[in-house]
């Protein structure tokens, strides 16, 4: 028996990369896995994997934009209608893109913030909640060092990425005396398609290979959803071995491959 098996996990942006990744590491423990983002050929893929796994964890995909709030209705609706409770959150769904405010738009910054923020918030709104009254759960944010340190070239990105640092530090406080733990996942570089849509990264650039895997960071999430039950761990803050711990790293300030 997996060490997560009867629980069930929420897992968003779950199509490709860390979300996908982390979907999987979760089923591999046994956990039932709940899988939205917004491209339904993604997760019915991702389904099929997890569903084929020995653990015997099952999928369900709800395709969703979650910045929506009907969209997270939905979601919410049919994952307490399949499993009933929601033991794990991963709020993973998230967006960049590299500029100045001169050349970012307001456009970048309503997209980029609802897609990274505006999710967080209203899943977090629709899972957490329960957790409390249940006197049970996990909340995780896969953030990244650009809600730690400020990155240049990257204002609105890490705008909406501190803005979850500090609502994960809030809730906390409702959180552990109620038996909730919230974790955020800080990871450096990671080896993803982040940014391939917006320009800011280049597939094929040979700094991605020096990158986290998805798999690194999913690791994390595992960890963080299967802490001993009298401790919680707030924070895992990772770099690749090819970053310094007090910048972005070279990556960042060259703008051909950042962000967590």
Request: proline share 5%.
């Amino acid at each position: 028996m997996g060490r997560l098996s009867g629980k069930t996990a929420v897992v968003t942006g779950a199509g490709k990369g860390i979300g996908r990744a982390s979907a999987l590491a979760l089923a591999r423990e046994g956990a039932n896995v709940v899988i939205t983002a917004r491209t339904k050929s993604d997760l019915d893929t991702l389904a099929a994997e997890i569903e084929a796994l020995s653990s015997g964890a099952q999928a369900l995909v709800v395709p969703a934009d979650v910045s929506l709030e009907a969209d997270v209705d939905r979601l919410a609706q049919a994952a307490f209608a399949k499993f009933g409770v929601v033991d794990i959150l991963v709020n993973n769904a998230g967006t960049g893109k590299n500029g100045t405010v001169a050349t970012l738009t307001t456009a970048d910054y309503d997209h980029i913030m609802n897609t990274n923020m505006r999710s967080t918030w209203l899943c977090t709104k629709a899972f957490f909640p329960p957790m409390i009254a249940r006197k049970s759960g996990n909340v995780i944010f896969v953030s990244s060092v650009a809600g730690i340190n400020g990155l240049p070239n990257e204002p609105i990105y890490c705008s909406t990425k501190f803005a979850q640092m500090g609502f994960a530090q809030s809730i906390d406080y409702e959180a552990y005396p109620n038996n909730v733990k919230v974790s955020v996942i800080a990871p450096g570089g990671t080896n993803t398609h982040y940014g391939f849509d917006t320009g800011t990264r280049t597939p094929g650039d040979p700094m991605l290979d020096t990158y986290h895997e998805s798999e690194d960071v999913a690791d994390a999430v595992v960890f963080a959803a299967t802490q001993p039950p009298k401790s919680r761990v707030f924070m895992v803050w990772m770099r690749p071995m090819s970053e310094s711990l007090g910048t972005g790293g070279g990556s960042y300030f060259k703008g051909t491959a950042s962000g967590g």
